[in-house]
């Protein structure tokens, strides 16, 4: 069992950064693949960043690449979510995932995620 709490989400201007966080309890967090996603208002969720267990691993959705950076600390129980050069379309409710040893194929999907957090709010203004 593995329970997350996400935090760091708020307004900021376009170009502006966030850092989000998600703390993890439970004892497989070490051996979870870690995602975020995000959802829009009217919009389904979709994969933002997904992280290997040992952090060797990242891949990123087309749309964050180069602006986003996803990272582990498995000391703290923790996965982060840099957020640089942020747009309008940015803004959504971002959600940490969890599961149990993902391909990197399986890694892009939400389906595959056992665990979420309840979600923070990022709102950017133009």
């Known amino acids: 069992q593995v329970q997350l709490v996400e935090s760091g989400g708020g307004l900021v201007q376009a170009g502006g950064s966030l850092r989000l966080s998600c703390a993890a309890s439970g004892r497989t967090f070490s051996r979870s693949s870690m995602g975020w996603f995000r959802q829009a208002p009217g919009k389904e969720r979709e994969f933002v960043a997904t992280i290997s267990w040992s952090g060797g691993a990242t891949y990123y959705a087309d749309s964050v690449k180069g602006r986003f950076t996803i990272s582990r600390d498995n000391a703290k129980n923790t996965v982060y979510l840099q957020m640089n050069s942020l747009k309008p379309e940015d803004t959504a409710v971002y959600y940490c995932?969890?599961?149990?040893?993902?391909?990197?194929?399986?890694?892009?999907?939400?389906?595959?995620?056992?665990?979420w957090g309840q979600g923070t709010q990022v709102t950017v203004s133009s």
């Open positions: 995932a969890a599961a149990p040893l993902l391909t990197p194929a399986q890694a892009m999907y939400r389906y595959e995620y056992n665990y």
